[in-house]
């Protein structure tokens, strides 16, 4: 276990911003279900992006380092185990179960950490429909399911989850001759028009109508292809925050064209009133006085944290949307919120699907905790960036599931970080 301190301090200078681990996920997907050797620049190696590669070779893929490039070789889902594990991976589950669907043998699914809890009932209610035998423990993991899937007309509820449909567009992008997925009620757009996009550059088109029918025209095929992982918005969320509650920073290697529904983090940057420069693979935001926004965080949950930690250092109450979808992540995130700002002297209201942080009000030196979720321990640290005092986050290591980099990145802001080794 690992104990952080952050010292108060302005931020100033240049970080290039971690890989997207969605966008990596899914090249890892795509680089398995295509025929020959595609290469990876700029891969994302945190815990969930490692967890995928290795799903990727159970299921038949030659996945080699070379410098800092990732080579992977494939001949289409020919698994050589018939056990997947896709460790603490909520995207790694839900993408890879209807992929590992597409192999005739049985092969069991599993995790762990906080995935062992989450449900997964919707893969038995979807997945016979598609010719797949599967078995679960009561709605939870282990699952046990055996194809082909065959691609097949099907309606599917997108409000429980949109990694799900991720899975099974990229699996019937292989298989489908003719077919259409109706999907009714989707949550996160931006998320499948991300899945999208990766699926295209690999060769395989869908014909999509207005998020709600996904139509296979004709039978289609994966293609080993060259792709560079863009920037991920949801780690960069922090560090912009940072910048505009402490200083200044240029972050690069961001699309500010890319599919990533965490790019909302500049509309709220903007409403607060921070300043932005946007360039095409790079931005630059500045501090500014701060005042209360409001927002709509229903398509971009994993924006809470960071919107919070900016909301702290605005003056007023900032209002934002969406609270219904926190409760199914590593924490559940809308109350771990508001139990370690309160630490810091932030108060936090939650009144059904809304959260009102009071900001401008001064944050305190404390010691937070991270409840083992990587986006709690990055709010607390970006936060602290303001404090009247120095900031101790305990279980900090919770930030290797996404954005291993995390304080390294701080220390190149000027930022003071001492990490300790916690007895536990």
Known sequence: MMQVTIQPAPVNGAVTANPSKSAMQRAVAAALLAKGKTIIRNPGLSNDCLAALEVAENLGAMVKRVDEEIHITSNGVKPFYDEINCGESGLGIR?????????????????????????????????????????????????????????????????????????????????????????????????????LQLMELFGVKVRNENFEVFHFDAPQQYKAVEYTVEGDWSGAAFLLVAAAVAGKAEVHHLNTQSAQSDKVIMEALEKAGAEILPGVYTIIVQKNGLKA?????????????????????????????????????????????????????????????????????????ATVHSHNDHRIAMACAVAALNASGAVTIENAEAINKSYPEFYDHLELLGVAVQRQEQTV
């Open 95 to 195: 993408m890879f179960t209807p992929i590992a669907a597409l192999a005739e043998t049985p092969i069991t699914i599993n995790g762990h950490g906080s995935l062992v809890t989450r449900p997964m009932h919707f893969f038995e209610e979807v997945l016979p429909q598609l010719g797949v035998e599967i078995k679960s423990r009561d709605g939870k993991l282990p699952l046990e399911i055996k194809g082909p899937l065959q691609a097949k007309n099907i309606t599917i509820d997108g409000s429980l989850s949109s990694q799900f449909l991720t899975g099974l567009l990229m699996a019937f992008g292989s298989v489908a001759d003719k077919a259409a997925i109706t999907v009714k009620d989707l949550k996160s757009k931006p998320y499948i028009a991300l899945t």
């Open 293 to 365: 926004f409001e927002l709509d965080a229903t398509d971009c949950p994993d924006l809470f944290p960071p919107l919070v930690a900016l909301a702290a250092n605005c003056n007023g109450t900032t209002k934002i949307k969406g609270v219904s979808r926190l409760a199914h992540k590593e924490s559940d995130r809308g109350v771990t919120l508001q139990q370690e700002f309160g630490k810091m002297g932030i108060k936090i209201d939650l009144d059904g699907d809304h959260m009102y942080v009071h900001g401008g009000t001064g944050i305190k030196g």
